[in-house]
């Protein structure tokens, strides 16, 4: 199937869009949650940071993976495998330190984490490629 440039978002870019608006609205309440002492942090002044950091780039990826902005789907792709892998190391390597989360930040890590992979998989469906490749092309110079 032909995607045009000019045709509607596909079902699983607009999918991606909202799993990583999710996330990042979780990221973001978590942080400020913590940051005003709902829960107990050992370092709250990097669990701000960080989750401010987070929340910005996902939201920034989700407007611009709406956007149809091919480089967003990479980035996303890169930003993906560093934070997999520190949840994985977190949970397999030292599960001691997982366990020590508050269960509510235990369940949001999980929670995010399959929020994430499904948008990844959604973003790199044949639908999705060929709607990304369809805008490049267009908006080429």
């Given at each position: 199937?032909?995607?045009?440039?000019?045709?509607?978002?596909?079902?699983?870019?607009?999918?991606?869009?909202?799993?990583?608006?999710?996330?990042?609205?979780?990221?973001?309440t978590?942080?400020?949650?913590?940051?005003?002492?709902?829960?107990?942090?050992?370092?709250v002044?990097?669990?701000?940071?960080?989750?401010?950091?987070?929340?910005?780039?996902?939201?920034?990826?989700?407007?611009?993976?709406g956007?149809?902005?091919?480089?967003?789907?990479?980035?996303?792709?890169?930003?993906?495998?560093?934070?997999?892998?520190?949840?994985?190391?977190?949970?397999?390597?030292?599960?001691?330190?997982?366990?020590?989360?508050?269960?509510?930040?235990?369940?949001?890590?999980?929670?995010?984490?399959?929020?994430?992979?499904?948008?990844?998989?959604?973003?790199?469906?044949?639908?999705?490629?060929?709607?990304?490749?369809?805008?490049?092309?267009?908006?080429?110079?």
């Amino acid at each position: 199937m032909l995607i045009d440039a000019t045709s509607e978002k596909p079902t699983s870019v607009q999918r991606t869009a909202i799993c990583l608006w999710i996330s990042a609205g979780l990221a973001l309440t978590l942080t400020v949650v913590q940051a005003i002492g709902l829960i107990e942090t050992t370092h709250v002044g990097l669990a701000v940071v960080t989750g401010l950091i987070t929340a910005g780039l996902l939201a920034l990826v989700a407007v611009k993976i709406g956007a149809g902005r091919g480089w967003a789907r990479w980035l996303f792709a890169v930003l993906y495998v560093f934070g997999s892998f520190a949840f994985i190391v977190s949970v397999l390597i030292a599960p001691e330190m997982f366990r020590a989360l508050p269960s509510i930040l235990q369940g949001s890590s999980i929670v995010q984490f399959v929020l994430q992979t499904v948008a990844l998989v959604l973003v790199f469906t044949s639908t999705s490629r060929q709607w990304f490749k369809a805008k490049r092309v267009r908006t080429a110079p």
